[in-house]
């Protein structure tokens, strides 16, 4: 599918779906937010700032997985809810597991290079996606699956990221409000993206 495909099957999927995925938007940031604040606030010593970032790293990544399962089930037409959100933390250990180790491999990419970073961050993107389907599946498993779907799909993940910027400036001007459409939009854009490349690995 073209960017324009992408972008408009997107905007019909949220139609009538926009306060719920607005919902679930705003939960990740409140809690994302509260947890960067707290770790700037106690920000003394050494302890207790590591302690809280590993607390905001549990807490965050089954809500991240708990996103893309919402935006899924949008993108296959069917009911989403707001609670779909904490779906992640049914698979705690798995989510954990595969979000340390892409960290891990995306912080040695940045690491040798900046590019190099850039590319393993895109070659990865997909984890969630495929962890969200296949809730089953082992760690490894998982980003082997991201890296071969990726594969001759890193630059039109790039270039569909660029599409963006101009909403991402518009989001900045406005102080985050214009977020409360462009976020929704760019996660179902990219949902969509998922479930095109997905189909063409599987025909191969």
């Known amino acids: 599918m073209t960017r324009k495909e992408l972008k408009t099957k ?9 306060w719920t995925a607005i919902g679930v938007i705003l939960i990740v940031t ?3 937010g509260c947890l960067s604040f707290l770790s700037t606030k106690y920000d003394d010593g050494i302890w207790t700032p590591t302690l809280l970032c590993i607390v905001a790293f549990l807490i965050t990544a089954p809500l991240g997985l708990g996103q893309s399962i919402f935006f899924l089930k949008l993108a296959k037409d069917k009911e989403g809810k707001c609670s779909d959100v904490f779906l992640g933390y049914k ?6 597991g595969v979000s ?3 960290e891990i491999i995306i912080c040695i990419g940045f690491i040798i290079l900046i590019i190099p970073g850039i590319i393993l961050s ?3 993107s997909q984890v969630y996606y495929i962890l969200a389907e ?3 599946i082992g760690i490894v498993e998982c980003l082997k699956k991201s890296r071969l779907m990726m594969c001759g799909q890193k630059w039109n993940y790039f270039v569909l990221m660029l599409s963006f910027i101009l909403w991402g400036i518009l989001t900045a001007i406005t102080c985050g409000i214009a977020g409360l459409y ?3 939009y760019y996660e179902a854009t990219f949902t969509n993206f998922y479930l095109d490349i997905k189909n063409k690995t599987e025909l191969v």
């Open 100 to 102: 340390i180790l892409m």
């Open 134 to 136: 296949n809730p089953s």
């Open 182 to 184: 462009v976020v929704p």
């Open 122 to 124: 895109i070659m990865y």
């Open 91 to 96: 698979n705690f250990l798995k989510v954990i």
């Open 10 to 18: 997107s905007k019909q999927q949220l139609k009538g779906n926009w």
């Open 30 to 32: 409140v809690i994302t």
